[in-house]
């Protein structure tokens, strides 16, 4: 059976340019939508017939397709999403999902026939999958996306203010008198990554005082073990920082872990601190100050929405962001700079 991909193939044209030629979307050449049109007839090709028919009576289920089941931020979103499904008379089916894949078209069909969801949460890094929202409007499949990097037209979209958030925690440490903090950054392929970089960034410019340079950012892919591997780096420069942001928990978990291989005390030697607010950040100790995101108001929006009692406050198609409040939780992971370790 012929899919959206091998439409997309033989007419040459990308898989969003054959779905906006399905629905008749104006923004498409002539030639184009005929090129379109004759691969759909040579491949016998029809919208997904059989999983529109299957959704014609209305599912209670709302699907979630993630690709790091590992990270403690998908646990605790998978925790926030089942609790709001729960509350709304629903529930939540999972999936793992790489979109690197060679099958990865397949396997989403699979996924679709077999739980029969007719509403989905795409979540980060998802969400900004063009080819994955053409397919799922192929499939006329529901969608609410959950913190993309930016709004896509009539669909609605549940966030944070990442920027503003980091700026605030790293105005929390300028509080405190540091000059020198390092930032450890996430994965450079996701937009929160960046966003939390620039309000790290924007602090500093925000108080008049110079940047911080390239040795005081490294990169930690929202892994573990990349985090500590950077974290021992700037902890052994030869001007190390007083403070470490890291743009995770999981990330600040691990600089916990290279000051104790350093025999650097937390906060006296070096103050830490996270971004997500997951289980980790008060089993570590000292507990981890850090950005609490707030998952459960963003799950909850992100079913209302889902279920047709929420709407974007605004008709605009690209400002339909539904933004939920964060907040800073202040724990003991930091102090005054050390003056051994002043720069």
Known sequence: MATIIDVAKQAGVSIKTVSRVMNNQANVRDSTRRRVRDAMASLNYSPSDAARQ??????????????????????????????????????????????????????????????????????????????????????????????PSSPTPGVSAVTMDDRKAAREMTEHLLDYGHERIAHIAGHPDHVASFLRRQGFEDAFTERGMPGPDSSQVASGNFDFRCALSAAEKLLTSPNPPTAIFAASDDMAAAVYMAAGKLGLSIPEDISITG??????AQTIWPALTTVAQPLDNMAKDAVRVLSNSLAPTTKDANSNFLVAPHKIITRESCGVPSANRRG
């Open 275 to 280: 971004f997500d607010d997951v289980p980790i």
């Open 54 to 147: 299957m959704r014609l009576g209305k599912s209670t289920a709302i699907g979630m397709l993630y690709s790091d089941p590992g990270s403690s931020y998908q646990s605790r979103l998978n925790q926030s999403m089942i609790q709001a499904c729960s509350d709304a008379g629903r529930y939540l089916v999972v999936g793992l999902f790489n979109e690197d894949d060679d099958d990865w078209v397949g396997q989403l069909q699979a996924f679709l026939a077999r739980t029969k969801v007719d509403s989905m949460v795409l979540v980060p890094p998802m969400c900004d999958s063009e080819n994955l929202k053409a397919c799922l409007n192929d499939a006329s499949v529901k969608y609410v996306l959950l913190s």
